[in-house]
Protein backbone atom coordinates (compact mmCIF):
# COMPACT_ATOMS: atom_id res chain seq x y z
CA UNK A 1 0.00 0.00 0.00
CA UNK A 2 3.28 2.75 0.71
CA UNK A 3 4.35 2.04 -2.54
CA UNK A 4 0.73 2.43 -4.24
CA UNK A 5 0.65 5.65 -2.11
CA UNK A 6 3.69 6.82 -3.26
CA UNK A 7 3.22 6.33 -6.76
CA UNK A 8 -0.28 8.11 -6.85
CA UNK A 9 1.66 10.95 -4.46
CA UNK A 10 4.12 11.06 -7.25
CA UNK A 11 1.91 11.32 -10.16
CA UNK A 12 -0.60 14.19 -8.46
CA UNK A 13 3.22 16.29 -7.78
CA UNK A 14 4.17 15.98 -11.26
CA UNK A 15 1.00 17.08 -12.04
CA UNK A 16 0.92 20.10 -10.01
CA UNK A 17 4.27 21.35 -11.59
CA UNK A 18 3.11 21.05 -15.20
CA UNK A 19 -0.76 22.66 -14.92
CA UNK A 20 0.99 25.96 -14.77
CA UNK A 21 3.56 25.11 -17.67
CA UNK A 22 0.36 24.72 -19.79
CA UNK A 23 -1.35 27.75 -18.33
CA UNK A 24 1.05 29.86 -18.92
CA UNK A 25 0.75 33.49 -20.82
CA UNK A 26 3.05 34.03 -24.03
CA UNK A 27 5.54 36.96 -22.91
CA UNK A 28 7.53 38.36 -26.10
CA UNK A 29 10.01 41.63 -25.67
CA UNK A 30 8.47 44.49 -27.50
CA UNK A 31 10.74 47.54 -28.46
CA UNK A 32 10.00 51.57 -29.04
CA UNK A 33 10.91 53.34 -31.84
CA UNK A 34 12.04 56.56 -32.22
CA UNK A 35 9.65 58.66 -34.21
CA UNK A 36 10.67 61.91 -33.24
CA UNK A 37 13.96 63.69 -31.69
CA UNK A 38 15.50 67.17 -31.23
CA UNK A 39 18.56 68.37 -30.39
CA UNK A 40 21.24 66.47 -27.97
CA UNK A 41 19.73 62.91 -27.27
CA UNK A 42 21.65 59.91 -25.90
CA UNK A 43 21.39 56.33 -25.85
CA UNK A 44 23.09 53.60 -23.83
CA UNK A 45 22.05 50.02 -22.09
CA UNK A 46 22.05 50.56 -18.44
CA UNK A 47 24.96 49.83 -16.20
CA UNK A 48 23.02 47.46 -14.87
CA UNK A 49 22.20 45.57 -17.70
CA UNK A 50 21.50 42.14 -17.36
CA UNK A 51 21.98 39.51 -19.82
CA UNK A 52 18.35 38.39 -20.31
CA UNK A 53 18.38 37.27 -23.90
CA UNK A 54 19.80 33.98 -23.23
CA UNK A 55 17.30 33.28 -20.70
CA UNK A 56 14.62 34.35 -23.05
CA UNK A 57 15.31 31.87 -25.72
CA UNK A 58 15.44 29.44 -22.79
CA UNK A 59 11.80 30.21 -21.67
CA UNK A 60 10.80 30.46 -25.02
CA UNK A 61 10.43 34.18 -25.29
CA UNK A 62 11.51 35.83 -28.30
CA UNK A 63 13.91 38.25 -28.13
CA UNK A 64 13.20 42.34 -29.54
CA UNK A 65 15.43 43.21 -32.35
CA UNK A 66 17.06 46.47 -30.85
CA UNK A 67 19.03 49.41 -32.85
CA UNK A 68 22.47 47.15 -33.08
CA UNK A 69 24.16 50.79 -32.46
CA UNK A 70 23.50 51.00 -28.98
CA UNK A 71 26.50 49.71 -26.49
CA UNK A 72 27.13 50.44 -22.55
CA UNK A 73 28.74 53.69 -23.89
CA UNK A 74 26.59 56.75 -24.37
CA UNK A 75 25.74 57.19 -28.26
CA UNK A 76 23.85 59.65 -30.48
CA UNK A 77 19.76 58.68 -30.50
CA UNK A 78 18.88 59.04 -33.95
CA UNK A 79 14.95 59.31 -36.01
CA UNK A 80 13.75 55.77 -36.67
CA UNK A 81 16.21 54.06 -34.45
CA UNK A 82 14.53 51.19 -32.56
CA UNK A 83 15.22 50.88 -28.23
CA UNK A 84 13.93 47.77 -26.21
CA UNK A 85 14.56 46.92 -21.96
CA UNK A 86 17.09 48.60 -19.96
CA UNK A 87 17.55 51.36 -22.28
CA UNK A 88 18.83 54.81 -20.75
CA UNK A 89 18.17 57.92 -22.39
CA UNK A 90 19.07 61.18 -21.90
CA UNK A 91 18.35 65.01 -22.91
CA UNK A 92 20.55 67.64 -22.80
CA UNK A 93 19.42 71.49 -22.93
CA UNK A 94 16.74 72.46 -25.77
CA UNK A 95 16.14 68.52 -26.38
CA UNK A 96 13.36 66.20 -26.75
CA UNK A 97 12.70 62.93 -28.21
CA UNK A 98 9.12 60.79 -28.88
CA UNK A 99 9.47 57.16 -28.39
CA UNK A 100 6.20 55.05 -30.08
CA UNK A 101 5.95 51.45 -28.71
CA UNK A 102 4.24 48.82 -31.07
CA UNK A 103 1.24 48.67 -28.73
CA UNK A 104 0.26 52.23 -29.15
CA UNK A 105 1.98 53.86 -25.84
CA UNK A 106 3.45 57.32 -26.81
CA UNK A 107 6.15 58.54 -24.95
CA UNK A 108 7.76 62.24 -24.78
CA UNK A 109 10.94 63.17 -22.94
CA UNK A 110 11.56 66.46 -22.62
CA UNK A 111 15.31 68.26 -22.23
CA UNK A 112 17.05 67.45 -19.44
CA UNK A 113 15.96 64.68 -18.30
CA UNK A 114 17.32 60.91 -17.43
CA UNK A 115 14.56 57.71 -18.27
CA UNK A 116 15.74 54.10 -18.40
CA UNK A 117 12.76 51.70 -20.22
CA UNK A 118 13.21 49.34 -17.76
CA UNK A 119 10.25 46.71 -18.97
CA UNK A 120 8.64 46.21 -22.48
CA UNK A 121 6.52 42.87 -23.09
CA UNK A 122 3.40 41.93 -24.37
CA UNK A 123 1.60 39.49 -22.63
CA UNK A 124 -0.89 37.20 -24.15
CA UNK A 125 -2.80 34.80 -21.68
CA UNK A 126 -2.74 31.14 -23.05
CA UNK A 127 -6.01 30.68 -25.11
CA UNK A 128 -8.73 28.15 -24.12
CA UNK A 129 -11.28 26.33 -25.95
CA UNK A 130 -14.29 27.88 -26.83
CA UNK A 131 -13.17 31.27 -25.67
CA UNK A 132 -12.33 33.89 -27.78
CA UNK A 133 -9.41 35.31 -28.83
CA UNK A 134 -7.21 36.94 -25.50
CA UNK A 135 -6.36 40.33 -25.61
CA UNK A 136 -2.31 40.83 -25.79
CA UNK A 137 -1.67 43.65 -23.27
CA UNK A 138 1.59 45.74 -22.93
CA UNK A 139 3.40 45.31 -19.84
CA UNK A 140 5.99 48.05 -19.37
CA UNK A 141 7.61 50.53 -17.02
CA UNK A 142 9.37 53.61 -17.41
CA UNK A 143 11.68 54.94 -14.79
CA UNK A 144 12.47 58.66 -14.94
CA UNK A 145 15.09 59.59 -12.62
CA UNK A 146 15.15 63.53 -13.24
CA UNK A 147 13.38 65.46 -15.63
CA UNK A 148 9.83 65.79 -17.29
CA UNK A 149 7.88 62.90 -19.32
CA UNK A 150 4.35 62.86 -20.99
CA UNK A 151 3.38 59.69 -21.43
CA UNK A 152 -0.24 58.49 -23.49
CA UNK A 153 -0.82 54.60 -23.31
CA UNK A 154 -4.47 53.62 -24.78
CA UNK A 155 -7.23 52.49 -23.23
CA UNK A 156 -6.63 49.04 -21.90
CA UNK A 157 -9.57 46.88 -21.26
CA UNK A 158 -8.26 44.27 -18.27
CA UNK A 159 -8.73 45.49 -15.11
CA UNK A 160 -4.94 45.08 -13.73
CA UNK A 161 -2.63 48.38 -14.87
CA UNK A 162 -0.20 46.83 -16.88
CA UNK A 163 2.06 49.85 -18.06
CA UNK A 164 3.90 51.94 -14.46
CA UNK A 165 5.97 55.32 -14.73
CA UNK A 166 8.92 55.26 -12.03
CA UNK A 167 9.99 57.99 -10.00
CA UNK A 168 12.72 58.29 -6.94
CA UNK A 169 9.45 59.17 -4.92
CA UNK A 170 6.25 57.75 -6.48
CA UNK A 171 4.55 54.64 -8.59
CA UNK A 172 2.09 55.23 -11.11
CA UNK A 173 -0.09 52.24 -12.27
CA UNK A 174 -1.90 53.20 -15.60
CA UNK A 175 -5.18 51.79 -17.37
CA UNK A 176 -5.14 54.18 -20.23
CA UNK A 177 -4.37 58.46 -19.98
CA UNK A 178 -2.55 60.73 -20.62
CA UNK A 179 -0.05 61.69 -17.87
CA UNK A 180 2.37 64.55 -17.16
CA UNK A 181 5.33 63.74 -14.76
CA UNK A 182 7.97 66.11 -13.70
CA UNK A 183 10.79 65.04 -11.35
CA UNK A 184 13.41 67.42 -9.56
CA UNK A 185 16.63 66.04 -8.47
CA UNK A 186 16.21 64.96 -4.65
CA UNK A 187 13.27 66.24 -4.55
CA UNK A 188 9.52 65.99 -5.66
CA UNK A 189 7.30 64.23 -7.44
CA UNK A 190 4.55 66.11 -9.96
CA UNK A 191 2.10 63.92 -11.97
CA UNK A 192 -0.77 65.50 -13.55
CA UNK A 193 -3.64 63.29 -15.25
CA UNK A 194 -5.99 63.71 -18.26
CA UNK A 195 -8.45 61.57 -20.20
CA UNK A 196 -8.41 58.69 -17.62
CA UNK A 197 -7.53 57.38 -14.26
CA UNK A 198 -3.80 56.48 -12.43
CA UNK A 199 -3.16 55.07 -9.40
CA UNK A 200 -0.05 56.41 -7.48
CA UNK A 201 1.11 55.34 -4.25
CA UNK A 202 4.77 56.56 -2.71
CA UNK A 203 7.74 54.70 -3.52
CA UNK A 204 7.49 51.65 -1.14
CA UNK A 205 4.22 51.89 -0.28
CA UNK A 206 1.56 49.15 -1.51
CA UNK A 207 -1.69 51.18 -0.80
CA UNK A 208 -2.48 52.81 -4.11
CA UNK A 209 -4.99 56.50 -4.31
CA UNK A 210 -7.06 56.80 -7.42
CA UNK A 211 -5.89 60.04 -9.41
CA UNK A 212 -8.53 60.91 -11.99
CA UNK A 213 -8.97 63.14 -15.24
CA UNK A 214 -7.68 66.70 -14.08
CA UNK A 215 -6.35 65.79 -10.91
CA UNK A 216 -2.45 66.39 -10.09
CA UNK A 217 -0.29 64.99 -6.82
CA UNK A 218 2.86 66.06 -5.29
CA UNK A 219 5.08 63.08 -3.42
CA UNK A 220 7.50 64.21 -1.72
CA UNK A 221 10.70 61.95 -0.57
CA UNK A 222 9.71 59.08 2.37
CA UNK A 223 6.17 60.62 1.64
CA UNK A 224 3.10 58.16 3.57
CA UNK A 225 0.51 59.76 2.52
CA UNK A 226 -1.34 60.77 -1.41
CA UNK A 227 -2.68 64.26 -1.14
CA UNK A 228 -5.03 64.48 -4.71
CA UNK A 229 -5.78 67.91 -5.70
CA UNK A 230 -7.80 69.63 -8.86
CA UNK A 231 -5.70 71.16 -11.70
CA UNK A 232 -6.47 74.35 -12.44
CA UNK A 233 -8.42 75.15 -14.90
CA UNK A 234 -6.05 77.70 -16.67
CA UNK A 235 -3.48 74.83 -16.39
CA UNK A 236 -2.62 74.19 -20.20
CA UNK A 237 -1.46 70.79 -20.77
CA UNK A 238 1.76 70.02 -23.06
CA UNK A 239 1.84 68.17 -26.51
CA UNK A 240 3.55 65.21 -27.60
CA UNK A 241 4.76 67.43 -30.55
CA UNK A 242 8.24 68.60 -30.19
CA UNK A 243 9.24 72.12 -30.24
CA UNK A 244 10.96 70.87 -33.61
CA UNK A 245 8.12 69.71 -34.86
CA UNK A 246 5.86 73.14 -35.18
CA UNK A 247 5.22 74.72 -38.62
CA UNK A 248 7.43 77.07 -39.66
CA UNK A 249 5.69 80.47 -39.68
CA UNK A 250 4.01 81.46 -42.98
CA UNK A 251 6.41 83.91 -44.94
CA UNK A 252 5.78 85.72 -48.02
CA UNK A 253 7.18 84.87 -51.44
CA UNK A 254 9.22 87.74 -52.78
CA UNK A 255 7.71 86.92 -56.28
CA UNK A 256 4.31 87.45 -54.93
CA UNK A 257 3.10 88.75 -51.59
CA UNK A 258 -0.20 85.96 -51.74
CA UNK A 259 1.95 83.00 -51.89
CA UNK A 260 3.16 80.69 -49.21
CA UNK A 261 6.95 79.63 -48.71
CA UNK A 262 6.51 75.83 -49.43
CA UNK A 263 9.03 74.90 -46.94
CA UNK A 264 6.25 76.44 -43.85
CA UNK A 265 3.89 73.20 -45.56
CA UNK A 266 3.63 70.93 -42.90
CA UNK A 267 4.98 67.37 -43.42
CA UNK A 268 1.62 65.13 -43.87
CA UNK A 269 2.40 61.48 -43.86
CA UNK A 270 -1.05 59.60 -44.72
CA UNK A 271 -0.64 55.11 -44.89
CA UNK A 272 -4.21 55.19 -45.83
CA UNK A 273 -6.33 51.94 -44.98
CA UNK A 274 -3.12 49.87 -43.63
CA UNK A 275 -3.87 48.14 -40.59
CA UNK A 276 -1.47 49.12 -37.27
CA UNK A 277 -0.59 45.44 -37.49
CA UNK A 278 -0.12 43.23 -41.02
CA UNK A 279 0.39 39.34 -40.95
CA UNK A 280 2.11 37.49 -43.24
CA UNK A 281 4.57 34.49 -43.82
CA UNK A 282 8.10 33.95 -44.00
CA UNK A 283 9.62 35.06 -47.26
CA UNK A 284 6.64 37.53 -48.70
CA UNK A 285 6.80 40.87 -49.26
CA UNK A 286 4.39 43.35 -47.56
CA UNK A 287 4.44 46.50 -49.62
CA UNK A 288 3.69 49.90 -47.73
CA UNK A 289 1.64 52.52 -49.72
CA UNK A 290 0.48 55.93 -49.18
CA UNK A 291 1.08 59.54 -49.82
CA UNK A 292 4.01 62.35 -48.36
CA UNK A 293 3.58 66.22 -48.75
CA UNK A 294 5.36 67.66 -50.05
CA UNK A 295 6.02 65.54 -52.46
CA UNK A 296 9.83 66.43 -52.15
CA UNK A 297 9.96 64.83 -48.83
CA UNK A 298 12.25 61.50 -48.46
CA UNK A 299 10.27 58.21 -47.59
CA UNK A 300 11.65 55.14 -45.94
CA UNK A 301 10.60 51.86 -44.48
CA UNK A 302 13.04 50.19 -42.45
CA UNK A 303 16.03 52.11 -44.03
CA UNK A 304 14.44 51.04 -47.42
CA UNK A 305 14.03 54.31 -49.71
CA UNK A 306 11.32 54.98 -51.91
CA UNK A 307 11.21 58.47 -54.30
CA UNK A 308 7.34 60.29 -54.03
CA UNK A 309 5.95 60.53 -57.65
CA UNK A 310 4.68 64.27 -58.33
CA UNK A 311 1.64 63.75 -56.56
CA UNK A 312 3.35 62.64 -53.23
CA UNK A 313 1.56 58.98 -53.81
CA UNK A 314 4.65 56.48 -52.74
CA UNK A 315 5.14 52.39 -52.61
CA UNK A 316 7.72 50.31 -50.92
CA UNK A 317 8.30 46.52 -50.79
CA UNK A 318 10.06 45.16 -47.91
CA UNK A 319 10.90 41.14 -47.21
CA UNK A 320 9.44 40.19 -44.80
CA UNK A 321 12.28 38.16 -42.14
CA UNK A 322 11.71 34.53 -40.15
CA UNK A 323 8.60 34.32 -38.14
CA UNK A 324 8.31 36.87 -35.29
CA UNK A 325 6.75 40.70 -34.98
CA UNK A 326 8.95 43.19 -36.18
CA UNK A 327 8.25 47.01 -35.85
CA UNK A 328 7.82 48.72 -39.60
CA UNK A 329 9.30 52.25 -39.54
CA UNK A 330 7.70 54.36 -42.15
CA UNK A 331 9.63 57.80 -41.94
CA UNK A 332 9.21 61.25 -43.82
CA UNK A 333 12.03 63.52 -43.57
CA UNK A 334 11.37 67.28 -45.53
CA UNK A 335 14.24 69.94 -45.29
CA UNK A 336 12.61 71.32 -41.96
CA UNK A 337 10.51 68.55 -40.46
CA UNK A 338 10.63 65.16 -40.11
CA UNK A 339 7.34 62.68 -38.78
CA UNK A 340 7.13 59.03 -38.56
CA UNK A 341 4.94 56.49 -38.43
CA UNK A 342 5.04 52.58 -36.63
CA UNK A 343 3.47 49.87 -37.66
CA UNK A 344 3.52 46.05 -36.76
CA UNK A 345 4.41 42.97 -38.92
CA UNK A 346 3.21 39.55 -37.64
CA UNK A 347 6.01 36.82 -39.81
CA UNK A 348 3.90 33.57 -39.37
CA UNK A 349 6.12 30.63 -39.41
CA UNK A 350 6.04 28.48 -42.75
CA UNK A 351 6.25 24.82 -41.82
CA UNK A 352 8.46 22.90 -44.73
CA UNK A 353 9.53 19.93 -43.48
CA UNK A 354 7.15 16.60 -44.49
CA UNK A 355 5.41 15.42 -41.50
CA UNK A 356 2.05 13.11 -40.83
CA UNK A 357 0.82 14.16 -37.23
CA UNK A 358 -2.37 12.12 -37.74
CA UNK A 359 -3.36 9.45 -37.96
CA UNK A 360 -1.05 7.89 -35.37
CA UNK A 361 0.57 4.06 -36.09
CA UNK A 362 -2.56 1.94 -34.54
CA UNK A 363 -4.99 4.58 -33.74
CA UNK A 364 -8.73 3.16 -33.22
CA UNK A 365 -11.95 5.40 -34.59
CA UNK A 366 -15.35 4.68 -33.70
CA UNK A 367 -16.59 6.16 -37.27
CA UNK A 368 -15.42 5.24 -40.28
CA UNK A 369 -13.66 9.04 -40.49
CA UNK A 370 -10.15 9.45 -39.96
CA UNK A 371 -8.44 12.89 -39.68
CA UNK A 372 -5.27 13.37 -41.69
CA UNK A 373 -3.36 16.54 -40.87
CA UNK A 374 0.79 17.25 -40.87
CA UNK A 375 2.72 19.87 -42.71
CA UNK A 376 4.63 19.89 -45.79
CA UNK A 377 6.21 22.18 -48.36
CA UNK A 378 3.35 25.27 -49.14
CA UNK A 379 2.03 24.67 -52.36
CA UNK A 380 2.05 20.68 -52.15
CA UNK A 381 -0.96 18.21 -52.67
CA UNK A 382 -1.71 15.26 -50.80
CA UNK A 383 -3.80 12.50 -51.64
CA UNK A 384 -5.07 9.99 -49.13
CA UNK A 385 -7.82 7.10 -50.12
CA UNK A 386 -9.06 9.06 -53.40
CA UNK A 387 -8.89 12.79 -51.34
CA UNK A 388 -6.96 15.39 -52.76
CA UNK A 389 -6.28 18.12 -49.36
CA UNK A 390 -4.57 21.14 -50.29
CA UNK A 391 -1.42 22.54 -48.25
CA UNK A 392 -1.80 25.87 -46.35
CA UNK A 393 0.06 29.00 -47.03
CA UNK A 394 2.42 28.31 -43.38
CA UNK A 395 2.82 24.58 -44.58
CA UNK A 396 -0.09 23.11 -42.02
CA UNK A 397 -2.71 20.46 -44.16
CA UNK A 398 -6.03 19.10 -42.15
CA UNK A 399 -9.33 17.15 -43.67
CA UNK A 400 -11.18 14.34 -42.77
CA UNK A 401 -11.02 11.21 -45.31
CA UNK A 402 -13.52 8.63 -45.25
CA UNK A 403 -12.69 4.88 -44.91
CA UNK A 404 -14.50 1.65 -45.74
CA UNK A 405 -17.34 1.38 -42.92
CA UNK A 406 -16.58 -2.17 -41.76
CA UNK A 407 -14.97 -2.60 -38.54
CA UNK A 408 -11.47 -3.81 -38.60
CA UNK A 409 -7.64 -2.44 -39.72
CA UNK A 410 -7.65 -0.28 -42.70
CA UNK A 411 -4.39 0.76 -44.52
CA UNK A 412 -4.14 4.37 -45.06
CA UNK A 413 -1.25 5.28 -47.34
CA UNK A 414 -0.93 9.26 -47.35
CA UNK A 415 1.06 10.58 -50.57
CA UNK A 416 2.32 14.11 -50.15
CA UNK A 417 3.68 15.42 -53.74
CA UNK A 418 5.62 19.18 -54.02
CA UNK A 419 5.36 21.78 -56.66
CA UNK A 420 8.27 20.08 -58.49
CA UNK A 421 5.97 16.31 -58.64
CA UNK A 422 8.79 14.96 -55.67
CA UNK A 423 6.36 12.62 -53.66
CA UNK A 424 6.88 10.92 -50.04
CA UNK A 425 4.56 8.33 -49.36
CA UNK A 426 4.08 7.35 -45.60
CA UNK A 427 1.38 4.72 -44.42
CA UNK A 428 -0.42 4.05 -40.86
CA UNK A 429 -2.87 1.72 -40.05
CA UNK A 430 -6.02 2.10 -38.04
CA UNK A 431 -8.26 0.76 -36.78
CA UNK A 432 -12.15 1.10 -36.86
CA UNK A 433 -14.30 0.05 -34.45
CA UNK A 434 -17.97 0.80 -33.88
CA UNK A 435 -18.93 1.85 -30.20
Given at each position: MSVLRNKVFVSLLVMAVSLPLFAADIVEERVCTVTGVMGKVQVRYSPNLKIRREKAVAKGMGAAHVSGSITEEWSDLRMGMVVGERCEIKTGPESEVRLEA???????????????????????PKARAKD????????????????????NVKKLTRESPDVRFETPTALAAIRGTVIEVEVGRNTNTLMRVFDGTIQVAPIGRKRFVDVNDWQMVDVAPKQKVIVVRNIPRWYKRKSLRLKGEK??????????DKSKDPVAVKLRLDLGDIPDTLSCYAGDTVNIEGV????SAKISVNGVAAVPGKNGAFK?????????????????????MAEAVVRTMRVAHVHTA??????????????????IS????????????GVT????????????VGIPPREGTVKVQVEIVNKDDAAVWIERNVRYKKK
Open positions: IDGAVVKVEENSLVEVALLQAVTPAPETTLNAKFKIFYGNLIGAASNKKSKKSVAPAVSVPAPDSGIFPLNIVAESETVRLITPAEGDVVKKPVVLGTAEPGSKVNVLLNVNRDGTFSGE
